[in-house]
């Protein structure tokens, strides 16, 4: 009889982002705005935009493609592919299904999960448990997002907030307890939901022409609200997290945050005590890639040496829903 698997480890990362740069100045052409305001409220210079044919599964294919190739991984090997994001190509087939076909990965259990930004943890953490039943052996994790298609340009202080791009990671089964994805803490609350929405596009506001008018297809934020909420649900997951654990934060290598705003990682990283040198930050040339944040950060830092075998890792998100979580990992 097989034992099941004592811990999951990530064998691979990859990340994809657009050729195609758009810096503030460039928003400031057709926007009402500077680079210098969105620049000293944000910490965002740049961003990538899908172009013409990058669609959400094809910006996610190529991070998986570059993460298998990472992982030493065939995608005939794959059996399991979630995928995170809020701008699907379609409402349906998923686009996990959509990438499986694009990969020619053929025999894989495939959904999709909407977490809005904290989208890769919720996956990270619902393909671990899979892969703890001993199921599964090689899952494939994606984040990705073209943000651009839902950005409204007459609302200056969110549209310079997004960019597109894609991150993923490949997880796998492992006998050694000490490594691997350690701990995982999610939260949601519904209460919250309208401070970060876009009401049009569902059964509740279908398309029509007055919910077009009405730009209802469009990400709608309340952001000073976002900004408390943020800092106050990290915040709390990274001390849960870390007390459940008997672990400090001394003891942290590095820490990856949702990218979203300077002010707001600045602000947790005083509430945590844990100071900027040990944060991974690339949101300055990215922007706020909402699922796709996290799994881009990872595979950078990765590959940028910050993080490197037996470092403990924070990573830490928030996102519309409301959405949280945390999770630990002890890199192999």
Known sequence: MSTLPRSVVIKGTGSYTPANIKTNDDLAEFVDTSEEWIFTRTGIKERRFATEGENTSHMGTEASRRALAN???????VDLVIVATITPDMPFPSTACLIQTQLGVSNAVCMDIEAACSGFLYIMEVAASLIKTGRYQNALIVGTEKLSSILDWEDRTTCVLFGDGAGAAVLGPSDSPQTGLLDFKLGADGAN?????????GSANPATGASIDNRL?????RGKEV?????KVMEQAAKEILEQNGLNSDQLACVIPHQANLRIIELLSSRLEIPMDRFYLNLEKYGNTSAASIPIALDEAFRDGRINSGDLVLLVAFG???TWGATLVRCP
């Open 320 to 322: 519309a829903g409301l």
């Open 227 to 231: 900004f408390k909420l943020a800092v």
């Open 71 to 77: 992982a030493g991984i065939q995608a005939s090997d």
């Open 217 to 221: 297809h469009f990400l709608k934020m």
């Open 193 to 201: 939901g309208e401070v970060l929405f876009m009401p049009g596009g």
